[in-house]
């Protein structure tokens, strides 16, 4: 099976390079700047292992073919154009995994390629792009949940499965996949939230007085809104959100707050904002998400003064 991953940034470039591992016919489809920089490999490191994986790039430019399987990667401001580069690579029996955070870019994505064509996904890692374009793996734990947003042939789902089955990460074929996505952004949200409003790391925000109370009311109020959308949150969702957001001591913080404020780009209106528009929707009260999502707004309008 062909695989065309596009991006090769952090959640690319680990889950690209661990599939390069297992002797899958992988390629990145990045930008030519990216594609220079990984002319002589890939390094990945992280907990108890540090390497430079060699790896396969082509550009929007070289793009020659069609691919079995297209993994969408990038972040959600890159979608457009990553659909646009991508489009020469898909043909009538393409199968594209898009794994994003939130849910707007499903919409996307079937209007261009159509629904039979596109699966939903998630995946959990921890880990970041450094700034000479390594991956840095900070927890040790990765997992990669797919499935089809309706019904396509099991036998397919579980082709692509195998082919996506490598050590290192976790792969999951999951009955609801919307539901999984579901829990998924009401996770990112509520941590989104919770550094971006307090300026800090969990460790910190825990060891505040008041500071466990407020991360327990982001949680609740990101989990009423999954909940009215049908998707409540299970026992098992729930409390991954209180291990991850409650641990003493914690370094974790956000990739949305890391973003803010190392003055990159960030998802703040792809994952808040949509997250707060639903719940308007849906008639659900988000005051401490509004005020993050307010706050990302101000910190955009100062950067572009």
């Known amino acids: 099976m062909r695989t065309l991953i596009v991006g090769a940034g952090a959640t690319g470039g680990y889950f690209g390079t661990r599939l390069v591992h297992a002797d899958r016919d992988v390629t990145f489809l990045v930008r030519p700047q990216r594609a220079e920089q990984l002319r002589n490999g890939l390094r990945v490191y ?30 959600a401001w890159c979608l457009e154009a990553a659909m646009d580069d991508v489009a020469p690579g898909v043909g009538p029996d393409t199968t594209i995994l898009p794994l994003l955070n939130g849910m707007a870019h499903l919409d996307r994505l079937n209007q261009r390629f159509g629904r039979d064509a596109v699966l939903g996904g998630i995946v959990r890692v921890v880990c970041t792009m450094t ?11 990765a997992s990669l949940t797919f499935g089809a947003q309706d019904g396509r042939p099991a036998e397919t789902l579980s082709r692509i499965g195998r082919e996506l089955t490598a050590p290192g990460f976790r792969t999951i074929l999951a009955d609801d996949i919307l539901a999984s996505m579901w829990y998924k952004w009401a996770f990112i949200t509520a941590g989104g939230t919770i550094t971006c409003l307090m300026r800090g790391t969990i460790g910190h925000i825990i060891a505040a007085e008041g500071g466990k109370k407020f991360v327990l009311d982001v949680i609740q109020e990101t989990e009423r809104v999954a909940e009215a959308a049908g998707y409540a949150p299970s026992a098992a969702a729930h409390a991954s959100s209180l291990e991850m957001f409650t641990e003493t001591g914690s370094v974790f913080t956000s990739s949305l707050y890391r973003n803010v404020i190392a003055g990159t780009a960030h998802e703040g209106e792809h994952l808040l904002g949509q997250y707060v528009a639903v719940a308007d929707r ?24």
Request: net charge negative.
């Open 46 to 75: 992280g907990p108890g292992y540090d390497e430079t994986v060699p790896v396969r790039t082509v550009t929007a430019q070289q793009l020659d073919g069609t691919y079995d399987l297209v993994l969408l990667m990038v972040k």
């Open 282 to 305: 849906l008639g659900v009260d988000v005051p401490l998400t509004r005020l993050a999502l307010t706050q990302l707004r101000v910190h955009d309008q100062a950067r572009l003064q």
């Open 131 to 141: 700034p000479d374009g390594s991956v840095y793996q900070m927890k040790p734990h």
